[in-house]
């Protein structure tokens, strides 16, 4: 009771503007000429619709009135509001209020748009819900009987005016009435109808007591954490934890699932319900500590996702479960903003059953690292918790929680929130640029680790192999060169022959032995480093200088042979069969070089 | 040009090739162990598997929550009622310890993993890591082809898989990764010799008894490893070396696990590699006197060497019979002893005997589990005993004691499993060594290659060098001697036809992982006509309830194979659970649950009992459920309370075991009996069966009129799997189940004696009559009476 009565002072604390209004007077020249209250227990909820002709009696205008809370219920009130008629069904502002000499009242002013001058009357509809208003009784039944609630109320409408003339009709959620004040009253089927009363006094309280079947799912989330998560990857993720509670009778005796197969009784227990998420929720899950809930249904429609859930097991009178669902939003749908200034404009408490009843609700909206000017507006009044970090995937520094908390919470609370910050979107690079460096990092170490060497001790035996193989490459590089020289002397003679340019000829020759002199001693001093390291290889270098020597042998005689033709001292036929055998020579020892060379 | 030549020399480097292709081939080897198990969470969803997991789940919330050093002092009140259970110094810790650093690291990068979701993927995780460390061993053993072929066959083998698909948090999921990874090392360093390899043997054994109580394997088969190479003449300082190092760092780093304590110096399961450590160093001093003592003979010195070796070992044998003999050690426990005789679970010790793991392992499994390997193995065995080394011994004493075990026990599959796929793989990469290479010159540079490996790694790093000019030599001098003149079209089918089998292999393991493994058991799954799933989530219903609408304090008894789930899933306490280190504990349940309700009654409120919990599968078929298992209970309970309980009773004269009417009194009327049928028999699941049908023993129930005096039905699930009941607490005034027997009858017309006056009084004859003066009157009489209560 304390909470509500702190949280309704909060609320008029909010609205300055009332400030001074607040602590007015009643204005007792007003006076309800025709009250029409509907009290609605068809559900676990107690709804109440007034609709109240309202005549200024006086003779100076006014611009408010003061609506009282029956005492009988004033802990249960959930939510009030207020429409007239006058101008299209407009809400008009409802604030809590004070008046000496009635401390103990609650009592709420009403603004009202147009001043009501001295004889006029307007017409006003209050909206009130009451949640826990109806308690079973008996309290603890049996799986076979029926559920029975009492509800408690005021006969009259109780209001700091006179009442001219008043009706009250109550309706029930079943036509089994065990009891009900009598007093004026008349049974319509599943409805009780007071009155009509005349002449209330201000203040007026009468004990109206109803007692009749109500099987309607008392169902009551004892508990909820809503936690929205925006990322502006252009994902908002919701997740809900519930704490659900059947707040109807308590169950006596024995569950026997035999007899609720049959379908027999049971029929105030709660199987399953309806939870309708918005239309553009995805990835919804459904889940508990023990994993995933496996009896639900989604049903996608145009316009929202109504996902049936079923708990584990069928809820009794007492009995509670504990869950929670997730799903995911696109954000450009909730989230807008003009340059580096955000808005979040997302519903502070969502539908979760038809008639919900919300005893707490704690709202925590993670937002972007490096979010900055959290400004959070709530249509109806919140406890503000202090902020929080939430550090998760990639965070350096934190996102920052806001966290708002409010009790008993109804339908009428599915409002909007505006949530307004401000966000560099340069920042939105950090976390790329976090991974990348990472990579980086790692890529580096590798290379750095491959490359270097970070033995203590030298090893002999890899590093004379290494140094063997680095030797052996240039041997292969240098002697390839040489084989090409071989095919430059061919060319050459060739050239020679045809042209029998024996000065340009000689130049060249000169030119490809100078070269092959300078590779030969290239392969010998390889060949002293080689023998070093292992003088096997170095033996098999020797060899194949050797085989050099004589291909090199080989093709000047080729070359004296090529002079000689060209000079004309020898027959072409001659030659020809010279050549043939020195080829052939040529071709053996290039042949033992390969082998030679490979199995080096 | 220089450039362009060194892209070319780097592509055609077959070394280069090599690696790329090796580390490619692992880690899609370590990909397909990851993804195969991965079935359950995607047909259902991340979730804990079976039962011991959730013990280990349980463990490691724990150890996440409150930190290690509160874990190793974890006392744990709400298992094993009214006794408690010292979790820190009861469980191998390794497994919570991996998983809580995987995932205290994890988060304290920020990456916000649900410590469920690192205990799921934790096995698939490690068989990862296992498939290369079978990579690691095979090519230590054999080749780097080999090691390729069997990380491939570990990854998806199906007997390795049953005990690590995602959602089995069990032990074995990272002890077989530490086992195989010791394995290397041992290996690694009897080939080095080295203290650094034989040290991080130590580390990797000290990691495998924090993980799992096989350690005892490890610390057995490395000795025999030891002594078979004594026997073989094969010591060598190599052994020396990483024997001793091992050993003495291995004990002093086991006995650091608070479970394991002092078994290394107190039981007879460790004495072997303390008897052997103590022979190698009577060896290895008698070695050192050869060498001083040069004055015998050749023989002479032979023949004293072997005497002195021999008396050593007989000393050892005998101090190690004598410290069992005197109590110093432990002898064998049942456990291991059940291992030696098969017969002996059965008969002594009925719990061991209950468990369906502990029963000898079918012909038909090690097909199933194991598929063309399990042929292929032998072929393995014989490669490396005709090439035999000293590593080779090993593997070869790993393979006959692994299948020797996996015989006696279904559990012990697993061990041997690596094993096969080690074995096989060698023999495959035989075969394809032979069929596969395409030209002569090829063949010969690849089983050279092989030689090589068996003379020594050194030269394998250097084999493009300096052996070129032998193997030169080699393709000379060969081809005359082996007649290697095998056509395309032989190769090409042989090639084939291994590839059919390795391809046939494949489709197994899936098939097998797919359809046997990937079951949570948690969670069931029945499938429509039309091929629609149904989920039966029973078990959660009933534990979800049970957390959610008993008492925080409440104590649940249940048969203890569902203990560990009650903890874990619906956290409350159990009398007994998986932990069945209490036998009369576990039998006193079981006596419960046999007897009558009166006496059942007493037992529970002797142990405080609020609810019970069986498992009935009555309605749908299931046929693990407590009926089932109930003739074990019997058993057990037999064993503590042989006079109550007698299993005969709950037997027709014929000896069969029914539910239904020709079942005996017995069981028509114990305790589960009753709470498993409870109502039943007023249920009629369809119109082609009698009211009360049991659909998983296909009979109508016998007793049929079933009520309880103290319990009540709590909560029974949609499919009636499980039930529970609340036990009533004890009424004021116990009330009669019939009508009290009248004992006070009284006539309806009051007696009147025929008698009259003088003659209504009997008289003795001759007895005098005597007046002792005149009664008072009643207000006098009252106080007087009042004050002789007082005294």
Known sequence: ?600 | MAGESNIRTALSNPAGWQSLLSFSILALAYLAAFSSRLFAVIRFESIIHEFDPWFNYRSTHHLVNYGFYNFLNWFDERAWYPLGRIVGGTVYPGLMVTAGTIHWLLNSLHITVHIRDVCVFLAPTFSGLTSIATYLLTKELWSQGAGLLAACFIAIVPGYISRSVAGSYDNEGIAIFALLFTYFLWVKSVKTGSIFWAGCTALAYFYMVSAWGGYVYIINLIPLHVFVLLLMGRFSYRIFVAYCAFFILGLVLSMQIPFVGFQPIRTSEHMASAGVFALLIAYGFLKYLHTHLSSLTKSEMRSLFVFAVAASAAAVLMAVVYLTYAGYVAPWSGRFYSLYDTGYAKIHIPIIASVSEHQPTTWVSFFFDLHVLVCTFPAGVWFCIKKINDERVFIVLYAISASYFAGVMVRLMLTLTPVVCILSAIAFSNVLERYLVDDTPKIHHIEDESEDDEEGDKRNKSKDLYDKAGKVRKIRHEPSGEPESLGGNVKTIVVMAVMMILMMFAVHCTWVTSNAYSSPSVVLASYNHDGSRNILDDFREAYYWLRQNTDDHSRVMSWWDYGYQIAGMANRTTLVDNNTWNNSHIALVGKAMSSNETRAYEIMKALDVDYVLVIFGGVIGYSGDDINKFLWMVRIAEGEHPKEIREGDYFTPQGEFRVDKAGSKTLLNCLMYKLCYYRFGEMQLDFRTPPGFDRTRNVEIGNKDISFQHMEEAYTTEHWLVRIYKVKKQDNRVRLDHTARKTDIKPKTKFTSRKSGKRKRGFIKNKMLIKKGKRPSSKNKKPSRKTSSKK
């Open chain 1, 1 to 600: 009771m304390n909470r509500v009565a702190y949280e309704l002072v909060v609320f008029g604390a909010l609205l300055a503007s009332c400030c001074t209004a607040n602590q007015g007077a009643i204005g007792g020249d007003l006076v309800n000429s025709a009250v029409n209250r509907q009290i609605d227990l068809t559900s676990q909820l107690a709804k109440f619709t007034t609709t109240i002709t309202l005549e200024n009696a006086g003779k100076t205008a006014t611009t408010s009135f003061v609506l009282a809370i029956d005492p009988t219920l004033r802990d249960r009130l959930s939510f009030i509001g207020a429409t007239t008629k006058d101008d299209d069904a407009e809400k008009l502002s409802v604030t809590q209020t004070t008046v000496p000499g009635r401390t103990t009242d609650v009592l709420f002013r009403v603004d009202l748009r147009k001043a009501l001058g001295a004889g006029q009357s307007t017409t006003v509809t209050v909206d009130e819900s009451y949640t826990h208003a109806q308690t079973p009784f008996p309290a603890q039944i049996t799986q076979a009987e029926d559920q029975l609630v009492l509800f408690k109320g005021n006969l009259h409408f109780y209001s700091p005016y006179k009442t001219v003339s008043e009706t009250t009709t109550v309706k029930l959620a079943s036509n089994k009435i065990e009891s009900h004040t009598k007093t004026k009253a008349k049974v319509e089927d599943s409805s009780i109808v007071y009155g009509p009363f005349e002449n209330v006094e201000p203040f007026s309280q009468e004990k109206l007591q109803v007692h009749y079947e109500n099987n309607t799912p008392f169902l009551a989330v004892t508990s909820l954490l809503r936690v929205i998560e925006v990322s502006h990857w252009g994902n908002i993720a919701v997740e809900e934890t519930y704490d659900v509670r059947h707040s109807g009778a308590r169950l006596k005796g024995s569950f026997s699932r035999y007899d609720y197969q049959r379908q027999l009784d049971g029929r105030s227990s709660v199987k399953s319900f309806k939870t309708i998420l918005p239309a553009a929720a995805r990835d919804v899950y459904y889940r508990d500590e023990i994993g995933n809930i496996s009896t639900s249904n989604l049903n996608e429609q145009d316009d929202a996702v109504e996902l049936e859930l079923r708990p584990r097991f069928p809820l009794f009178g007492g009995w509670k479960t504990h869950y929670y669902i997730g799903y995911n939003l696109p954000s450009y749908e909730y989230l807008y903003n003009s340059g580096d200034d955000y808005a979040l404009h997302m519903r502070f408490v969502d539908h979760v059953y038809d008639d919900q009843v919300i005893d707490d609700i704690t709202v925590k909206v993670i937002l972007p690292e490096g979010s900055k000017n959290v400004d959070l507006s709530v249509p109806f009044p919140v406890d503000r918790h202090p902020d929080e970090l939430h550090f998760t995937y990639l965070d350096t520094f934190g996102r920052p929680v806001v966290i708002a908390h409010k009790s008993n919470l109804v339908e009428q609370h599915i409002q909007e929130f505006t949530l307004k910050y401000s966000f560099q979107k340069l920042l939105l690079l950090q976390e790329p640029l976090l991974v990348v460096f990472a990579f980086y990092i790692l890529f580096f170490t590798v290379i750095v680790y491959v490359r270097l060497d970070f033995a203590i001790s030298k090893d002999e035996a890899s590093e004379s192999r290494m140094r063997m193989q680095g030797l052996l490459d240039q041997l292969q590089a240098s002697q390839d060169k040489r084989t090409s020289l071989y095919q430059r002397y061919e060319d050459a003679i060739a050239k020679f022959k045809s042209t029998k340019d024996l000065a340009g000829f000689t130049g060249s020759r000169k030119k490809i032995d100078a070269e092959h002199k300078d590779l030969t001693t290239a392969i010998k001093e390889l060949q002293g480093k080689l023998k070093l390291e292992s003088t096997d290889m170095a033996e098999k270098v020797g060899e194949l200088q050797k085989l050099d020597v004589n291909l090199k042998e080989q093709i000047v005689l080729s070359i004296t042979l090529a002079e000689k033709v060209v000079a004309g001292k020898m027959g072409k036929q001659q030659y020809v069969d010279n050549e043939k055998v020195y080829s052939a020579k040529r071709e053996d020892i290039m042949g033992k070089t390969e082998t030679l060379l490979s199995s080096l």
